[in-house]
């Protein structure tokens, strides 16, 4: 019996496409195994993505070699806590469009179950290392996200707000009421030096917790950024540009919202679990509004639209509760005039303001306009040490009677009760204030320019 053998024209290559270069044919049906001859082309590695992930772990790093106190090294690890707090809200927030006043409740909750584990472990009940002990915060943020979540992600915007603010409230008025868990006012304490040293160690000294801190903060950034990558975070970004779209094609935005809400509970969590190995007590304070305002106002500072502006947000708010805080009791003042003048003219945060510069520097317009950065920082510290020196001297009236009139600020001797203190402050503040505005009407025309010039060449690129 003779084999019936297929003919030529059944056993041709397939057709190569127009213009397709020897070695770039894609047969339909081809086998997975390469071809004699056939050549790939691999995506090539973003250089510049593993420049900037490499400089953050570096600076996560040597952060401690070079700031080697003890303040700067609490400093430090409260400055990676609150990285993974402001990113875990800023998913809601930046990614979500959802404002929620209450997301103190997951970090602290979290924070509690974790120091209630730690004293477990200490007493010997449960074999968990302590470098273990922040997901168990993150677990029970997690836990409390999908319990509250469910109903809260029922709703958006406005409703959906006013929903947290409300949880909020209640979780933390239960906090003064069950002391069996939330150990009252005086909180609930712990030791986190429990077990046996693995190669050394203990989480006794403070270097040693910070860089677990730092593991952490590094490990939860990258597991955030990435899930802006896949099809949730997109999807989730969709949601909040347009809902009823998404809904039109067939997705539950509800579903989508919710998800999101448990991711971030989880990593609150995770940083609440840290706080609590950090500071070794955990009180009612961890789960009140002040705290769900800090997360929302330091992100919102540091740029909620870009995914870098919560960690500039992170250290702003670090340094304000820390440093600022001591350095004048007005700290709050302050803050709130910064957000103003952040709302009104920069409401894209501290990130926004980078990402404009560095757009000019692309295209080597930022070198002119750094006279006119340099007239406006100096118009602004001379309106600003008048301003806040009438500030310093209503606060020492208010606060400070008892010690007298007279006061030292910036090194200064200056007297609260005399006209002379207060007419040299304010004509500071004025001559300052007027500097500012005629160095900003000249900096906006060089600004307006540069834009211009900008746009021109872009459209001369695309048409080349």
């Known amino acids: 019996m003779s084999a019936v053998m297929p003919s030529s024209s059944s056993s041709a290559s397939p057709a190569v496409p127009s213009g397709a ?11 997975p195994r390469a071809r004699r001859g056939e050549t790939y082309h691999f995506k090539p590695h973003n250089v510049g993505r593993w420049l900037i992930w490499g400089a953050y772990a570096l600076a996560l790093l040597v952060a401690p070699l070079l700031w080697t106190s003890s303040l700067a090294q609490t400093m430090l690890s409260q400055m990676g806590i609150a990285i993974i707090a402001c990113l875990s809200y800023n998913l809601l927030l930046g990614q979500g469009g959802m404002l929620s006043f209450g997301h103190a409740v997951y970090s602290g909750l979290g924070a509690y179950l974790a120091i209630h584990t730690l004293n477990v472990v200490g ?44 949880l909020g409230e209640l979780i933390w008025s239960m906090s003064l009421m069950l002391p069996e868990f939330f150990g009252g006012e005086g909180g609930v304490s712990s030791n986190r030096v429990v077990g046996k040293a693995v190669w050394g160690i203990s ?70 679990g840290l706080s609590a190995l950090n500071f070794e007590i955990v009180t009612a304070e961890v789960v009140g509004a002040a705290r769900s305002g800090a997360y929302l106002l330091f992100t919102f500072l540091g740029g909620a639209t870009f995914f870098f502006g919560p960690i500039i947000g992170a250290v702003l708010m670090v340094v304000a509760l820390v440093l600022l805080s001591e350095l004048t009791k007005a700290w709050l003042l302050y803050l709130g005039l910064v957000f103003l003048f952040m709302v009104m003219y920069a409401p894209g945060g501290i990130a926004s303001l980078i990402m404009m510069n560095l757009r000019l520097a692309a295209f080597g317009k930022l070198r002119a306009l ?57 004509f500071v503040l004025l001559t300052g204030l007027g500097l500012f505005e005629l160095l900003r009407r000249q900096f906006r025309a060089e600004w307006d320019r540069a834009q211009e010039e900008i746009e021109k060449e872009i459209k001369r690129r695309e048409s080349l």
């Open 123 to 166: 007493a010997g009940q449960l074999a968990l290392p302590v470098s273990l002990v922040p997901l168990v915060g993150g677990l029970a943020g997690l836990f409390f996200a999908a319990l509250f979540g469910y109903v809260s992600t029922k709703k958006s915007g406005t409703p959906f707000a006013m929903i947290t603010l409300g």
């Open 21 to 31: 270069a020897p070695g770039e044919v894609r047969a339909q049906g081809r086998p």
């Open 370 to 426: 750094w006279p006119s950065y340099l007239g406006l920082a100096g118009a602004a510290a001379t309106m600003l040490l008048g301003g806040s020196a009438m500030v310093e001297m209503l606060y020492h009236l208010q606060l400070n009677e008892a010690l007298g009139p007279q006061m030292k600020y910036l090194g200064l001797a200056l007297d609260a009760k005399s006209v002379e203190s207060w007419f040299g402050a304010g």
């Open 203 to 272: 989480f006794g000294p403070q270097i040693q917790v910070y860089y677990l801190i730092a593991v952490y903060a590094f490990v939860c950034t990258a597991l955030l950024y990435a899930l802006t990558r896949t099809p949730l975070g997109r999807m989730l970004n969709a949601v909040r540009d347009n809902p009823e779209r998404v809904e039109f094609i067939g997705y539950d935005t509800q579903w989508v919202r919710f998800l999101a809400f448990l991711i971030a509970g989880f990593f609150a969590g995770v940083s609440g």
